[in-house]
Structure formats: structure tokens, C-alpha cells
């Protein structure tokens, strides 16, 4: 296939490069991010669009996402696919997906789980809003660059499940984090903790797969100092975007409220930025209830 790749970031990088390995013709641009092997360098994102049977971001934020979109949208061919990888708010990706369609092209938003590590080994999972005939074209790649894709339902619904996904995240870590800090209070050896609860009913993905303790459970950002990994800043903007949903369609959120909130004090006014967002457990291990 040929595919347009704008985006060339952390994630983007690895999964054009993929792309590319695969055997796809694909052209890249980024505003600054130096192209990855196998990728041709186009001179602008319109560039980049013309020609491609599929057209692949992966941005900062849903402002940046409107902008390029505006830009690639007149430059596509009939019939082409516009598929948005980054994680933005819910509204952007419908906005993208009514100018897509207004100008004939078919538009999905496929945010993605896995992080760096995924996007370079080619493991991430795809989860997808759009037409089945758009995701049925893109599917292909999806299993180059990942390795499960899930069609979530209409436009949006990607973007929805990524954020409910890493609410429940946010929400867990914390648990998990605040529930070491506490047993480390009451003399519970850590090790003996992660063996009940990775085990127990209290286990989730934060315990079991990504430990915040270090040397405990299998390797995690805890075991690196607590080096992203996925950054507690990632964290917070996942959080914003959930908040932002749940105001959109009024509903009621307690726990990503106070996720959110915890995580925004933890990267702006405590030392959480540049860290993992599993560094919450050193951070509740020096505090009191006070
Ligand atoms: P990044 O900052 O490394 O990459 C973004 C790239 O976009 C940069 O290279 C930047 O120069 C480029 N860019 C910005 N504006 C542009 C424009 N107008 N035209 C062309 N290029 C432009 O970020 P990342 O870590 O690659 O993340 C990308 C997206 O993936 C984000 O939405 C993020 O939330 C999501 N995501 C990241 C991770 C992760 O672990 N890093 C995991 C899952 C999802």
C-alpha cells in the first residue's frame, strides 16, 4: 500500500518504520522528528497525504490533530482512509470524521495500548471508531503494527474505550500504590503483600503486570528508578481527556475525578514529571494522612 505517515514522534517513529520493514511504501512528515529508516521524507503533511491509499497520524493533542487534518483531508484521493492513531478527546475525533466525510474519504480514530516499547516491537492493540469498510481496509497494517485491533463501533468510540481504559488505569495504580504504602506501615513485607494480592481478589494490570515496587513482581519503570515507561504527564492528560468526555455527556466519574486531581498535583507542584506514572508509590510512602 501507499501510506502517509504524519507524526514522527516516540510512537510514530517505530510504527512507520514498521510499516515500511513490512514492505509498504510509506512517506513521512513530521514538523521536527527526523524520519525512521525506510520511510521517504516528504516536505509537508499535504505531501505526505497525496497519493496514499491510507494516511496514518500520530500526534500531541486534538488542536494539532484538527490542524493536520484541515491540511491532508483536500490533498487525499476519493475512496482513501484517514486513521488517526493519537490519543485526543472524544469531540476532536468526531470533528475529523465529519470532515472526512464531508469531502468523500473515510475517516476512523484507532488510539492505541502498549507505549513505546509496543509501537517498536509491532505488539500494540488497536482499538477503533469508524466505518467497518475503513477498518477492514486498515486492518492489514493493524497487524503489522500491533497485535490485536478491536472495531469499538461509530466515530469516537476508539478514542471512548481508550480513556475508560486508562481511567480504570489511573484509578488502579493509585489503589495499588497508596495500598504498598500502607502495608509498608503496618510491617507487611512487600514481597509477601504482591504474592496475596497478585493472587487475590485486589489483583489488576498495576499489580500483576506493571508493579510499582520495585523488586517485586515482574520488571517494571520500578525497577529503572522509576524512568518512563508511561510518563505520570501521559497519565494526567489520559485523565483530562476522561474528565472532559464525562463532562460532555454528564456523566458521574468520582474516581477519575480524584485520579485526575491527585495525578495533576504529582507532575506540576510535587516532582512526578518525567517520571513514571508508577512513581506514586514513593511519593504515598513519605507522606501521612495530614
Ligand atoms: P511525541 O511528542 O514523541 O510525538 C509527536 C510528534 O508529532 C512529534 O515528533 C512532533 O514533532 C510531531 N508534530 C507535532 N505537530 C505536528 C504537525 N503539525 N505536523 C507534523 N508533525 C507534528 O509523542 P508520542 O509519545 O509519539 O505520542 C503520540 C501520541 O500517541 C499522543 O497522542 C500520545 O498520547 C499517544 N500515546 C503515547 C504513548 C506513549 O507511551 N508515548 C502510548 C499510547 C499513546
Request: negative net charge; aromatic residues 6%.
Amino acid at each position: 500500500m501507499n501510506i502517509g505517515f504524519i507524526g514522527l514522534g516516540n510512537m510514530g517513529a517505530p510504527m512507520a518504520a514498521n510499516l515500511a520493514a513490512a514492505g509498504h511504501v510509506v512517506k513521512g512528515f513530521d514538523l521536527a522528528a527526523p524520519c525512521p529508516e525506510g520511510v521517504t521524507k516528504a516536505e509537508t503533511a499535504a505531501a505526505a497525504a497525496t497519493g496514499a491509499e491510507v494516511v496514518i497520524s500520530m500526534l500531541p493533542n486534538g488542536a494539532i490533530l484538527k490542524s493536520v487534518a484541515a491540511e491532508v483531508i483536500p490533498a487525499m484521493a476519493p475512496g482513501a482512509v484517514l486513521c488517526d492513531c493519537s490519543t485526543v478527546d472524544v469531540e476532536s475525533a468526531r470533528d475529523v470524521a465529519a470532515q472526512a466525510g464531508a469531502a468523500g474519504l473515510a475517516a476512523l480514530d484507532a488510539p492505541v495500548s502498549g507505549g513505546v516499547g509496543g509501537a517498536t516491537a509491532g505488539t500494540l492493540t488497536f482499538m477503533a471508531g469508524g466505518p467497518a469498510a475503513a477498518f477492514a481496509t486498515v486492518e492489514p497494517l493493524f497487524e503489522i503494527m500491533g497485535q490485536k485491533a478491536v472495531h469499538c463501533g461509530d466515530a469516537g468510540a476508539g478514542q471512548s474505550a481508550k480513556i475508560c481504559n486508562n481511567m480504570i488505569l489511573g484509578v488502579t495504580m493509585i489503589a495499588t500504590c497508596e495500598a504498598f504504602a500502607l502495608a509498608d506501615k503496618l510491617g507487611l513485607d512487600r514481597q509477601k503483600m504482591f504474592d496475596v494480592v497478585s493472587t487475590s481478589s485486589g489483583q489488576s494490570w498495576s499489580m500483576n503486570t506493571y508493579c510499582p515496587a520495585p523488586g517485586v513482581g515482574p520488571q517494571s519503570p520500578a525497577d529503572n528508578d522509576y524512568q518512563p515507561g508511561f510518563a505520570a504527564e501521559l497519565m494526567l492528560k489520559d485523565l483530562r481527556l476522561a474528565q472532559a468526555a464525562a463532562e460532555m455527556v454528564d456523566a458521574d466519574t468520582p474516581m477519575g475525578l480524584a485520579a485526575e486531581k491527585l495525578y495533576a498535583r504529582f507532575v506540576e507542584s510535587e516532582d512526578g514529571k518525567g517520571r513514571d506514572f508508577s512513581a506514586m508509590l514513593p511519593r504515598f510512602e513519605t507522606r501521612t494522612r495530614s
